[in-house]
Structure formats: structure tokens, C-alpha cells
């Protein structure tokens, strides 16, 4: 922090092949960050379906993923359930202490992880990871510390964006997208 304002702190070289784990915010970075609300408690969220082919991609390669957000939602619980995401943790406040607790669980730490937030809340644990992202909608101060900033706005497949930029780091996003090729022809 410098005078209140988070800024930029020099992190180790990422060690791609030790990436293990992709983390996303929702709200603003798997959607476009509208929440629409009707008088009988329903929400709506827009996805986007190249986020969701970027799901399968990075699964396929032996990654995991998960999903920490503020919010509760049954629209987000659906469909990380379409996509396989195995790691929801919704209505989080502390997303630092949400996180610590599932590397814990995984037996990974901060350097087996990538992020992806748009907000201060996001902060935290996008000074920990490995390697941070944000869309390119979110605020001017998240995008200041990102290590990587997606050309798209979130809802429109910058999750996508994030997840091949890792599986081409990693080396894995030719021999994934040839095994997913593969299996539906």
C-alpha cells in the first residue's frame, strides 16, 4: 500500500509448470457484472460460452479451478456445475482466508495458483498468487497490480483469455486442444 492505494509489489518468476490451480471471482470476471433481481427473489447472470470451452480446455489438461465470490447465487452454482468447476466457495467475505483454507485442503500453496478478480476484494489474494489476472473492464486500481490484463471485459471471455495464456505457458494447449479435437470427432 502506498498512501491507502494498493500498488504493484515485485513477485517471484512464475514457475508454470508448478500451476496447479486457475481461481476466478465471479461477478464481473465470469459475468459482465450486471445482477439482474425480480420481485420473487430470482437472479439472472450472463456467462459466456467461450469462458465455458475455456473450462473444458483447462480441465482436460489435468488443472483444477474454482470460483470464490462475494455473492451467493443459483444461477453461479449452476453453472459451475456445467462446467465441472469442482471448487465454489460462495458469499465469502474474506476471500484471503477462503483461499488459504482450500490450499489446505489441496495441499497446494500460493505458488500452485493463478487469479482472476476485477475488485478490491480481489486484492488480497491477487498479492499472494503466482500469477494475477483481470479483465479488462475491471477497476483501474486491480488492473494497476494484475500481472496480466484480458483484452476482454469479463462476461465476454476473458477467463477464457487467462486459461489458454496459462495452458500456453505451461505448454499444455496444443496437445489439450488436439486431445479435446480428438474425442469429438
Known amino acids: 500500500m502506498k498512501n491507502g492505494i494498493p500498488h504493484k509489489t515485485m513477485k517471484k518468476p512464475v514457475i508454470w509448470h508448478s500451476i496447479k490451480l486457475m481461481i476466478f ?4 470476471v465470469l459475468t459482465d457484472g450486471r445482477i439482474v433481481l425480480t420481485g420473487e427473489l430470482l437472479e439472472s447472470k450472463n456467462f459466456s460460452a467461450l469462458d465455458g470451452m475455456g473450462f473444458q480446455l483447462l480441465h ?6 474454482a470460483v470464490v465470490t462475494g455473492r451467493s447465487s443459483k444461477s453461479l452454482e449452476r453453472r459451475c456445475q456445467e462446467l465441472k468447476i469442482p471448487y465454489l466457495l460462495q458469499g465469502i467475505q474474506n ?3 477462503a483461499v488459504r483454507e482450500l490450499l489446505g485442503k489441496l495441499n497446494l500453496g500460493f505458488s500452485n495458483v493463478t487469479y ?3 475488485d478490491w476484494n480481489d486484492i488480497p489474494v491477487m498479492n499472494l498468487v503466482a500469477h494475477s489476472a483481470c479483465p479488462d473492464n475491471a477497476m483501474p ?6 500481472d496480466f490484463i484480458s483484452t476482454r471485459p469479463g462476461g465476454f471471455g476473458a ?5 489458454d495464456k496459462v495452458l500456453y ?3 499444455l494447449y496444443a496437445k489439450t486442444v488436439a486431445d479435446y479435437l480428438k474425442s469429438i470427432s
Do not use: P, V
Open 141 to 146: 486500481e486491480i488492473k494497476a497490480l494484475a
Open 169 to 171: 505457458a505451461k505448454g
Open 25 to 28: 471471482d465471479c461477478d464481473g
Open 116 to 118: 482472476m478478480g476485477d
Open 159 to 163: 477467463a477464457r483469455e487467462f486459461i
Open 95 to 97: 476471500k484471503l482466508e
Open 60 to 65: 482436460r489438461s489435468g488443472m483444477n479451478s
